[in-house]
């Protein structure tokens, strides 16, 4: 058993559940219970966090390259199966809502900020949730809200701006994957 191997299986598992949201959107299972036979599952329990990101990540990049949303954030749980044999998965993959907004910000320093229902500020301020040092940014430069189910990014009219995969932006919702510029610094936001 590899970690390739779940990963492929939830691909596939993803795939099988597509959907079509009410906009007209496809939509895909974000939750996944993944079973292992114990054996296998001792295998991987010093690593089983690492595990854990790295196939959430691996699930949001595939369904992004396919053009895939999901309803709620990426989960996967990893179980062991005592009546499985050695070498097999059982996957369950259902779609699941997010109970209200969950959200984080990938830092280039590997810094992770959980949003919630709290804003979050961004700027050169000390008091600035994400604090910068670069003159390009605003002392106030940009401030992340809850909105409903999700977030929305909003420029506080900096002098340089708020980009958003590389286009001005004065107010954003927020999606999977956005990347925010500001300044010299590149932000990715992920749903869950």
């Known amino acids: 058993m590899r970690p390739v191997e779940i990963g492929n299986r939830i691909a596939r598992e993803m795939a099988d559940s597509r959907s079509v949201g ?3 959107q496809p939509v895909v299972a974000n939750h996944f219970a993944v079973r292992l036979a114990t054996s296998d599952l001792e295998r991987f329990e010093e690593v089983k966090d690492s595990l854990v990101r790295e196939l959430c990540d691996a699930t949001r ?10 309803m709620g954030p990426v989960q996967v749980e990893i179980d062991g199966d005592d009546a499985l044999r050695g070498g097999t998965i059982h996957i369950v993959a259902r779609m ?3 109970d209200g907004g969950v959200g984080v910000l990938h830092l280039p ?34 401030a992340i809200r809850p909105d409903g189910d999700g977030f929305v990014l909003t420029d ?28 010299a610094t590149t932000i990715e936001f992920r749903a869950g």
Not at 61 to 68: I, L, M, N, T, V
């Open 109 to 142: 320093t590997g810094q992770q900020v959980v949003l919630g229902e709290f804003v979050v500020t961004m700027g050169r301020l000390a008091e600035c949730a994400i604090s910068f040092d670069d003159p390009n940014i605003s002392r106030e430069h940009a």
């Open 61 to 70: 990049d595939h369904a992004r390259e396919e053009g895939w949303t999901f």
């Open 22 to 24: 009410v906009k007209g």
């Open 156 to 183: 506080n009219g900096s002098t340089n701006g708020t980009l958003v995969n590389g286009v001005a932006i004065t107010a954003h919702r927020l999606v999977d994957g956005d990347r925010i510029d500001v300044g």
């Open 96 to 98: 699941k809502e997010a």
